[in-house]
Every structure is written in C-alpha cells, then in structure tokens.
C-alpha cells in the first residue's frame, strides 16, 4: 500500500524514539500528529536536532485522561497509532511507582479502548520492554519465555502487553508490542547512563577535572541502536496480521565495557576518572538480560546491525558537536 496521505498519532512523541519514528515516518510521507503533556511548556529540542519541528503537528494531550485521548483521535482519523508515552525511567519507577503504573498502563489501556470505541481498524503499536523479562542470566530470551519483571517500571510495562494481547484476542484489533531492550542515540536524556557517561567524559576529555559518578558496573545490558530499532515498529505494523516481537541485538555487554570503550576512544583511562557510588545501586536490579530476535528476522527482515563501539563513536562525535557549540 503506497504510505503517501498515510496518518500517524504517536503519544509521547517529544522523546527519543517518537522523534527518530517521526523522521522515519516522514521520510515514508506520512501525515504525522503527536502528544504531549503539555506541548507549550516542551522545547521540542530533539525535532530541532533532527531538522523536523515544522513537520509535526503537536498537540496537548495527557494519557491519564480518557477523554482527552478519545477526542484526539476522533479528531485525527489516524491510520497508525504508535504509544511511546509514560514515565521511561527504570530507577525514577522506584522512586514514583504510582506515577509510573499510571502514565504507562492507564495511559496504554485508554489508548486501546478509545481505538475499540471508534474505529477497530486502527493499527496499533505499543511500546514494551525487554525490562519485562529481568534477568535472563545471560541467556537470550524470545517472545515465549518467561516474565520476571523486577521493577515498577517493568511492572507497568508488563500490564501493557497483556493488554494488547486481549484486545488483540477479544475485540480483533490490529494491535502489538515491540519488546525492545535498551536502545541509545544521541537524543538520550543525560539522565540515562550512556548519555552520562558519553557526556561527562567528552567534558573530561576537554580539560574538566570532574568525576563520573556510576552505580554497578557489573550489570549487563543488550544495548542497541535507537534509529534501527524504531525501524521494527513501523514494520510491525505493516504486516498482514498483528503479532509481538522481541526488539534486541542479542549481544550482552557490561557497564564496564561500555564505559571502557568510551575512555578509549577518548585517549583516557576510565579508572582514573570514574568514582563507584553504592548510593547508586538499585533496590531490584537485573544483573544481565540478553534478547533473542529470530522471530523479527523472520517475519519482519530485520536485524540490528550497530555494534556497541559504533553506538559509542555515534554518540561522542555528536556529544563532541555539541560541546564545541
């Protein structure tokens, strides 16, 4: 089907992945409308990194009101609805678990209902988590292994997908998860490890006699890359039926190394710049996880290909950029 006058809704679009989804979107001529909470108080910096801000046509929506989803798409008649709204941070779910729970499955279960209400034809694509799965002691988890959420966030993420599986089942509508493992670009919040790593040693790199304070490098993370992995959720909903995937790129690496790679390609020695701080370490944490995507390479033909040291040369020549402006 040619996409040209093709619609999309992204909730939460002002993030990360909502920002790279609406450049691949627009690259495929796609009307595209987004959410947020508040649209006026939003610098809406990551569509000016990516040069589209005047493509996207932005609206106030929260995802604890009902009424404020239903009433958006009515209004937008979308063909494609993409949910990546919600709180996105593992250690703030167990800071506000109630904040947390709300704006992910209230927000999603909303979703779902006012698309059964309105028009049952509307594909949608919701955004899991490969947190789901806790730790998968270094074994490569797919769609049917067990969940052993250990966080409020994986929690909340884990209420979504059963979701969509029952709306799937009991009302026959076109809806899926992307179960996506960690994911990084640029447009990362400096809230989020990488980023602070990359951020703080670009600084450091530059003459800054600072410390990068850092929790436990020992954990393991399936770290992939966010452009691609946006990629697998238009696919997703470009298939004949509706189905879950697991988002992932099968290779595990360890805080540790990612931090060392970042060092290196700096010319430094990571142990002299970096301060462990046990304050930092959290309540529950998932020691490794792994994903296996051999169901995405089949049905959707895709295949993350960035490798951990391109995602970390990715992020320092933009962190780099940035410094220098």
Known sequence: MNNINKKALIFGITGQDGAYLSKLLLEKSYIISGTSRNVNSDKLLNFDYLHIKDNINMHSVSTSNYEEIYEIIKKIEPDEIYNLSGQSSVASSFKKPQDSFESISL????????????????????????????????KAVNENSPFKPCSPYAIAKLSTYWQVKLYRKAYNLFACSGILFNHESPLRPKGFVTRKIISTAVKIANGSNEKLILGDLSIKRDWGWAPEYVNAMWMMLQLSSADDFVISTGISSSLEMFVTIVFEKLGLNWKEHVIVDKDLFRPSEIQSNRGDSSKAEKNLGWKAKYSIS???????????????Q
Do not use: P
């Open 310 to 324: 391109e995602i970390a040369q990715s992020m320092i020549d933009n962190e780099k950029k940035d410094f220098r």
């Open 107 to 138: 927000g999603n279960l909303h979703i779902l209902e006012a698309i059964r209400k309105i028009n049952s034809s509307i594909k949608f694509y919701n955004a899991c988590s490969g947190e789901c799965f806790g730790d998968t002691d270094g």
